[in-house]
């Protein structure tokens, strides 16, 4: 069978990156070193990244990555840019190369209120990624929805859903369970990034009444993510603004005593030990189109350590949350009441929450264990390098 030479390209460092390109294909070099053998290169078009030529091309750059490759493999946004981008995925066509791209954001469509739109509109993101779209041999993204939104834009390439997944075996995915600090006490946990300002509306005043329905000693609220940004670092000091507001939206209404905490957001490796200190996790999500493209990665997580997940019924969380038996969706137009009666059930009712965790959990093991679905990458590649090597055949026969 073909090994193929695979140059993965991440976009970054950050989570996004992590998960659709430095874990996957790690564990595919690890699990299948007879089939594939795998470089990494953030800047495989030798961009000068500092001093005084930094945004130059390097002088002489051989692509010698890129010339080594079958397959060369990129994913969202390049932290140098939409155009840079675009670059790798004509370069490797140049050179004769299967071009796979993958996303696991709407990339095209994003929403009134998302802090980037303004700059996706001016930099033109949102047609260079059409163009990828079109001039990419394969496309994957997360989920059935976002494939439907994207499909109008594809050329003659494969579009392919390909779950996130999760690599059970690190540690932070095996940490023992952090007991409650009391024997009656719930604690709710929420754990986003710093583009959920529309999101985190949905959930405005949420607590406070759930407080006063399940009784404020029965709920723990710990909201994880806040990015450690050092004092004076004028450049990411929007960051701490952003998590400024999310607290105002979410503990709006709150009286009495603390029982809230907000946590530092950790690396992609140490992301697992969030959810050991949950009993139930909350996604609460504005419906548009990129939330609805979203993957249900948070399923995996949550369910790792049998932790139900209640979430907004948007994005692709109904095809594991039932009601009542893995968790709970929320119809995005219901009114905040109902948000209110479940969490202040799963406050009261702790064997339900841990039934509900428990069944998540064998879900969860069978479906998003990176370590047992890594090997259908090889089997997509497979299906589309056959599938060329037909064309390329009937070509010659005429």
């Not at 695979?6 to 690890?30: H, M, S, T």
């Not at 930099?123 to 109008?152: C, M």
């Not at 075996?169 to 604690?187: H, V, Y």
Request: proline letters at 4%.
């Amino acid at each position: 069978m073909k090994k193929y030479k695979i140059l993965v390209c991440p976009a970054n460092d950050g989570g996004c990156a992590y998960y659709r390109a430095w874990g996957p294909f790690k564990k595919l070099q690890e699990l299948f070193p007879d089939r594939v053998e795998i470089r990494y290169n953030k800047n495989p078009l030798g961009l000068e990244e500092e001093g005084e030529n930094a945004g130059n091309w390097k002088q002489g750059w051989k692509f010698e990555d890129m010339h080594w490759a079958d397959i060369v493999m990129t994913q969202n946004i390049s932290n140098f840019g939409g155009q840079y981008t675009a670059r790798i995925v004509g370069k490797a066509k140049e050179f004769g190369k299967f071009v796979h791209y993958d996303t696991d954001d709407l990339l095209t469509d994003l929403y009134d209120g998302h802090r980037l739109k303004q700059v996706y509109k001016d930099k033109g993101l949102s047609e260079i990624t059409k163009f990828i779209y079109n001039n990419s041999d394969l496309v994957t993204v997360t989920q059935k929805k976002f494939a439907n939104r994207v499909a109008p834009y594809m050329g003659r390439g494969t579009l392919a859903v390909v779950k996130n997944a999760v690599d059970y075996l690190m540690p932070s995915w095996n940490g023992q369970k952090i007991p409650a600090p009391r024997k009656n006490i719930c604690r709710f946990g929420w754990a986003g990034g710093i583009h959920h300002e529309e999101d985190v509306k949905e959930f405005a005043g949420i607590p406070h009444l759930v407080n006063g329905r399940a009784g404020r000693e029965r709920c723990q609220w710990d909201f994880y993510g806040c990015p450690p940004i050092e004092p004076g670092d004028e450049k990411e000091a929007w960051q701490l603004e952003v998590w400024k507001n999310y607290k105002r939206t979410l503990l709006a209404g709150f009286k009495g005593a603390q029982n809230w905490q907000i946590f530092n957001a950790v690396g992609a490796e140490q992301y697992g030990y969030f959810f050991a200190r949950m009993d139930v996790a909350l996604a609460p999500l504005q419906m548009n189109a990129f939330n609805d493209s979203k993957s249900d990665i948070k399923i995996a997580e949550c369910g790792r350590y049998r932790v139900p997940l209640v979430a907004s019924n948007v994005g692709c969380y109904s095809d594991t949350i039932i009601n009542g038996e893995t968790g709970y969706l929320i119809d995005p137009n219901a009114p905040k009441s109902e948000w209110v009666k479940v969490l202040s059930r799963l406050a009261k009712d702790k064997k339900h929450r841990e039934e509900l965790g428990e069944n998540l959990h064998t879900i969860t093991e069978e479906l998003f264990d990176l370590n047992k679905v890594a090997g259908s990458r090889i089997g997509l590649y497979d299906h589309c390098f056959d599938a060329r090597e037909k064309i390329e055949c009937q070509v010659q026969e005429k």
